[in-house]
């Protein structure tokens, strides 16, 4: 039969309704088949690894396994804790094998309780027996080789005593080599002193003729100037205290330098006050050597240097096994020029009144106002030292000897020397030299005190001091640190103590002060390289 051309031909209807239909139910039915699979391949692993980690929790229970004294995880823990402190006491026996050998069986302990704990359950005895066994031979060999507790105590008591008596030992020689460092001539000094005795007595005699007159005149005795005493054998230093008193005051032409040394340092002195002018202050240099009422039969200090167990005492230090402290036998301590602040009335009969001044003090303000203190009838005006630093009667004297313990009170109040205003009128009334001279007869054998000049000083102006303004007087300089506005408002400043500012062994921080005092261009200097 003949086919209808395509043209002519009726178009066919598609159904695409029931298509749809059926697909998106079959495509439900399969979500809803998957959502239900799902929850119950699910719902079972849940339930067992709940009840998996409430079984492993039950069966590992911390605080059960360490009280348990049966647990292997403490057996391992007590073991490791022992092991640690062999490791110490063989490796302070100088045993750096078994040390080694008992850190490695603590590293192979500790896996085996990291292991345990990642996988939540309790060592067995199988997996720790070998741990367990090899430990316990280690620290049975400890105990053989004496590491025990009782005999650990012994040695560390033993290594504690000797290392007290090694700090003592480096103690004992620092306090030595300090001492020896502080007592020390620079050569630059020593130097300074040769060169100004050859220049001494190279001057001619005119010259030395008109020194004397100028310096000799009626200055030395008028009472209506500012009279400064220094007892000192330092050229340098001396010159300092000079220069920076008279660099700050405002009538240079009023001060009175008197400058007594020894006769070893006398031409030296001379000359370097000669040779140089500070400002218009007069200075007189004298020599305790002409003084004639100082001898034996007056000076207790002197009388007592005669004695061969003085000399031993402060000369040799043999005879007590070197029991005292080196500070303690410097012989400096029975120098004239030491003692001579006890005799300032005999050394100035012309005088009133007058301020004492140590050689390691720097001036920085006007001094004029200590001539004008009121001491009350006092003998002595000084800076008490027990405000801060706690210095008592008691931290220098003897208070076990009834002589000292009868007659002062042990908190009284200390003070310092090395700036202090004398009224030599009220010393002569109350013959406070004679009360020095009885308390020195009574320390002949020093048992009332032991070391330099304050303790007597204490002993001498007790009941006759009186207190001046702290900012007249600062210390400390020489070995402590001072706070930068007492510095600045203080009118002296003392570098007491070994670390003096013309040593190596000075403070840096404090040189400055003493330093810009100092001339390093004189020619004099310059020569010794004192830079």
Not at 71 to 77: A, C, D, G, V, Y
Request: include cysteine; aromatic fraction near 12%.
């Amino acid at each position: 039969m003949r086919r209808t051309r395509p043209e002519f031909r009726r178009p066919v209807r598609r159904r695409w309704f029931p298509n749809v239909f059926w697909l998106t139910l079959c495509g439900f039915v399969v979500l809803v088949l998957i959502v239900f699979l799902t929850r119950e391949s699910a719902k079972p692993a849940s339930r067992s690894v709940t009840y998996r980690q409430v079984m492993t929790m039950e069966s590992l229970n911390v605080t059960d396994e360490m009280l348990n004294p049966d647990s292997i995880t403490r057996q391992l823990t007590d073991q490791i804790s022992l092991a640690k402190a062999y490791i110490v006491i063989a490796k302070e026996s100088n045993n750096l094998q078994f040390a080694w050998e008992l850190s490695t069986q603590i590293r192979n302990s500790q896996i085996l309780l990291s292991n345990a704990a990642l996988r939540r359950s309790p060592l067995t005895l199988g997996e720790s027996n070998t741990a367990v066994r090899e430990m316990a031979f280690l620290l049975f060999q400890a105990q053989q080789l004496h590491y025990d507790s009782a005999t650990m105590i012994m040695r560390l008591k033993a290594r504690i005593q000797e290392l007290e008596e090694q700090t003592s030992s480096v103690t004992d020689k620092s306090s030595k080599y300090g001492q020896i460092a502080a007592e020390e001539v620079p050569k630059s000094l020593y130097c300074l002193g040769v060169r100004l005795t050859t220049e001494w007595f190279n001057l001619s005699k005119l010259q030395q003729t008109v020194f004397e007159k100028t310096q000799s005149g009626i200055k030395l005795k008028d009472n209506s100037l500012y009279h400064f005493c220094i007892f000192s054998d330092n050229i340098l230093a001396t010159s300092v205290v000079v220069n920076s008193t008279a660099l700050n005051s405002q009538n240079p032409d009023r001060i009175v330098f008197h400058l007594v040394t020894d006769e070893v340092n006398f031409a030296a002195m001379k000359a370097w006050f000669t040779m140089n002018r500070f400002r218009q202050v007069t200075v007189d240099v004298q020599k305790f050597e002409d003084f004639s009422w100082l001898n034996a039969s007056y000076v207790p200090v002197l009388k007592q240097l005669q004695d061969s167990d003085t000399k031993n005492y402060y000369f040799s230090g043999n005879n007590d096994g070197g029991k005292t402290p080196i500070k303690f036998r410097n012989p400096k301590y029975l120098s004239m020029l030491n003692h001579l602040r006890f005799y300032i009335p005999e050394v100035f009969p012309a005088l009133n009144k007058l301020v004492f001044l140590d050689d390691d003090v720097v001036v920085q303000k006007d001094l004029a106002g200590l001539f004008t203190v009121d001491l009350n009838g006092n003998v002595n005006g000084a800076v008490e030292t027990c405000m801060e630093t706690f210095h008592r009667y008691h931290k220098y004297l003897n208070y076990s000897h009834p002589l000292i313990r009868s007659h002062f009170d042990p908190d009284a109040c200390g003070w310092a020397f090395g700036m202090n205003v004398f009224d030599l009128v009220e010393w002569r009334k109350r013959n406070v030299t004679g009360i020095y001279h009885y308390w020195q007869e009574k320390n002949v054998d020093r048992t009332l005190w032991k070391l330099g000049t304050l303790p007597p000083g204490l002993l001498t102006f007790y009941g006759l001091t009186e207190p001046l303004d702290p900012n007249w007087h600062v210390l400390g300089l020489g070995y402590t640190n001072v706070e930068e506005d007492v510095i600045e408002n203080g009118a002296v400043l003392h570098f007491n103590g070994n670390l003096k500012p013309w040593l190596k062994i000075g403070m840096d921080k404090y040189k400055p002060f003493w330093e810009k005092y100092v001339d390093y261009s004189h020619p004099m200097l310059e020569q010794c390289n004192f830079r």
